[in-house]
Nanobody, 124 residues
C-alpha cells in the first residue's frame, strides 16, 4: 500500500531548527519526485521544495532559500526537510507528496499521494 507519513513537527522559538521526515512505502524514491508543501491558516497550500528521482533539488519558495534543505535517504525510504533559522511566518502544516513523475513541479495536481501533514509552529 502506497503511503507517506510525516513526522518531526512541533513548537520552536524563532531562530530555532526542526527536521521533518517523510517516510514513504509502497514505491521507490528512485522513480518519483517528492515535494514538501505547507499550508498556513487561511492560505492556500504552497510548494516549499522538491527532490526529483535523480536527486535534483528545486526550491519553490524564495523565502526558504538558505534556510531549508531537502534531502533523502533511499535506504530508509525517507525524505527530509531540514529547517533552520525558523521564522513565525514559517508556521504552517507541512505536507510531503509523491509526484506523478520523476521530476518536480509546483502544480499540486501533479502529486497523487499526500501525507497527513505535521504542524510546525514558530513562536516565542
Amino acid at each position: 500500500q502506497l503511503q507517506l507519513v510525516e513526522s518531526g513537527g512541533g513548537l520552536v522559538q524563532p531562530g530555532g531548527s526542526l527536521r521533518l521526515s517523510c517516510a514513504v512505502s509502497g514505491f521507490s524514491l528512485n522513480y518519483y519526485g517528492i515535494g514538501w508543501f505547507r499550508q498556513a491558516p487561511g492560505k492556500e497550500r504552497e510548494g516549499v521544495s522538491c527532490i526529483s528521482s535523480s536527486g535534483s533539488i528545486i526550491n519553490f519558495d524564495d523565502s526558504v532559500k538558505g534556510r531549508f534543505t531537502i534531502s533523502r535517504d533511499n535506504a530508509k525510504n525517507t525524505v527530509y526537510l531540514q529547517m533552520n533559522s525558523l521564522k513565525p511566518e514559517d508556521t504552517a502544516v507541512y505536507y510531503c507528496a509523491k509526484s506523478l513523475r520523476i521530476g518536480c513541479t509546483t502544480v499540486l495536481s501533479w502529486y497523487d499521494y499526500w501525507g497527513q501533514g505535521t504542524q510546525v509552529t514558530v513562536s516565542s
